[in-house]
C-alpha cells in the first residue's frame, strides 16, 4: 500500500493473488516482513505467493515464485538491498535458503540452502522436557531474522544467523566467510551492527546472547567471538536491539529494557517497563534518536528512554491500546506507528497543512 505521507491518503495497492491457507502463529499473521525500497522500486517477500517488485506508482516490474514456505509460526525475515542485489532469507521450515535477487529482473544471482536442523532431535537433547503436544526441535528451529550488510575492512559482509550458528557470505558471489557457533535453535531478532561489532539474540531451550566481531575467515567461534551469554527463556527478544556509545539495548517478551556493555556482555542495567495497560511485553525493535531510545510495546504505548549507562525514563506516550507488535518507523522527523487495525503517523504539524485546516 501507498499511502500520501502528508494526510494518510490511499493513492495506491497492489500484491499477489493467493488463495490458499498458509501456516502460521495467531500472532503472527502473514505478510510479517516488510517492504524494502530504494527509492525506484519496491520489493516485497509475501511468503508462498513470492517476491513482487514494484515501481512507485505501482505497476509490477517482476515477480519470482520461489515455492511453498511452511512453518507452524510462520516467516518474518524482510528483504534486504545492496547494490544491485535483493537478499531474501526464505524460511524457516523444511525449505529454508539464503537468496539473491538481481533487483532489476528478479532472476536468482546465487542461492545458499540452509541444512535442516534438529531432525530426530528431542528437546530433552537441549537440555529441555520432552512435552505431550509440543512442537519438535525440528519444527521450531529456524530462522525468523532479516539479514544484515556490514563493513568489514575494505569489503562488506552479508550476516545472517541461522538455528545455532552465524554465517557471512561475500553478497555478490554467496561465498561463505566464516562462521560462529553459540545462537541458540530459535532465531527470531535480527543481528544488529555497531562500534565494528555483530550483536545477537536467539532463543530456544534458553536464551542466547553474544558478540562477533567481522572480518573472519572459516570457523570464527574461538577467534573472533568476544563473549556468550545465557539468561534463560525469560529474557527472549523478538526485535533487535540497538548500539550506542559501547552499550547494547534491547527490550524482551517480558516487558524489561536492558543495557549491557557491548565488549563484554556485562549487564548494566535491567528494568521492568510498565505502561498503560495489560500488554507491557515488546515485541519491537527500540530506535535511537541521539541519546533517546523510542521503545513501543504490545499496548502502543511508547516509552523515551535515556540511552546511557544509567536507566531514565523521560515519558511514556500512548496512543489508546490499540495491539502492536511493529517496530517503529522514522523519515524526515515523522514517527510511523503500524498498529493491528492503524497506521499513525507522528509528528509537528507543518505550517502548510495547517492553512489547508488539515487535523
Given at each position: ?6 494526510t ?5 495497492q497492489?500484491g ?6 498458509e501456516?502460521?502463529?495467531?500472532d503472527?499473521p502473514p505478510?510479517?516482513p516488510?517492504?524494502a525500497?530504494?527509492g ?6 509475501f511468503g508462498?505467493a ?11 516490474l517482476w515477480?519470482?515464485?520461489l515455492g ?25 521450515g523444511e ?7 538481481d ?9 545458499y540452502?540452509?541444512?535442516r536442523?534438529?531432525?530426530g532431535?528431542?528437546w ?6 520432552d512435552r ?17 550488510i556490514?563493513?568489514a ?6 550476516v ?7 554465517m ?7 561465498a561463505l ?18 562500534n565494528g561489532?555483530?550483536a ?18 572459516g570457523d ?5 567471538r568476544?563473549?556468550i551469554?545465557?539468561?534463560g ?5 523478538l526485535?533487535?536491539?540497538v ?9 524482551n517478551?517480558m516487558?524489561f529494557?536492558e543495557?549491557?556493555e557491548?565488549?563484554t ?13 495489560a500488554r507491557?511485553a ?15 510495546n504490545?499496548?502502543?504505548d511508547?516509552?523515551?528512554?535515556r ?14 491500546g490499540?495491539?502492536m507488535?511493529?517496530s ?6 515523522e ?13 509537528e504539524q507543518r505550517?502548510k497543512?495547517?492553512?489547508?485546516g488539515?487535523p
Open positions: 500500500m501507498c499511502l500520501n505521507r502528508r494518510g491518503a490511499l493513492l495506491w497492489a499477489s493473488t493467493w488463495t490458499e491457507t501456516q502460521t502463529h495467531q503472527n505478510c510479517t516488510s517492504a525500497t530504494d525506484h522500486r519496491v520489493i516485497a517477500w508462498s513470492g517476491v513482487y517488485c514494484f515501481d512507485l506508482r505501482g505497476r509490477e515477480h519470482r515464485d511453498r514456505q511452511s512453518h507452524v509460526w510462520g516467516y518474518a525475515a524482510t528483504p534486504v538491498l545492496d547494490g544491485n542485489l535483493c537478499f531474501v532469507n526464505f524460511g524457516p525449505r529454508s535458503f539464503l537468496i539473491a535477487l533487483k532489476r529482473t528478479g532472476k536468482t544471482v546465487w542461492q540452502d540452509v541444512p536442523y534438529g531432525t532431535m528431542k530433552s537433547d537441549l537440555g529441555g522436557k505431550a503436544g509440543e512442537p519438535t526441535v525440528a519444527e521450531t528451529a529456524g530462522s525468523w531474522a532479516t539479514p544484515l556490514v563493513p575492512g575494505k569489503q562488506t559482509e552479508l545472517v544467523l541461522f538455528a545455532a550458528r552465524v557471512a557470505f561475500a553478497p555478490k558471489t554467496g566467510l566464516w562462521t560462529c557457533g553459540g545462537p541458540n535453535i530459535g532465531v527470531y531478532s535480527s543481528p544488529v551492527f555497531g561489532i555483530v545477537l539474540n536467539a532463543s530456544g531451550t534458553t536464551n542466547t546472547l553474544l558478540a562477533v566481531r567481522p572480518g573472519g575467515r570464527v567461534t574461538e577467534t573472533h568476544l563473549w551469554e545465557r539468561p527463556n525469560s529474557k527472549t527478544c526485535g533487535a536491539g548500539i550506542h556509545n559501547g552499550h547494547i539495548y534491547q527490550v517478551m516487558g529494557a543495557c549491557r557491548l565488549q556482555g556485562r549487564m548494566v542495567w535491567d528494568e521492568r517497563l510498565t505502561g498503560t495497560g507491557n515488546s515485541w519491537s525493535a527500540p530506535v535511537l534518536a541521539g541519546d533517546r531510545l523510542y521503545v513501543p504490545r499496548n502502543a511508547v516509552f523515551v528512554l540511552a546511557s549507562p544509567r536507566f531514565e525514563c523521560l515519558a511514556t506516550n500512548s496512543i489508546g490499540e495491539p507488535n511493529a517503529l518507523a522514522v523519515s524526515d522527523g514517527i510511523f506507528i503500524r498498529t493491528d487495525k492503524n497506521l499513525w503517523c507522528i509528528g505550517n497543512l495547517r492553512s489547508q488539515t
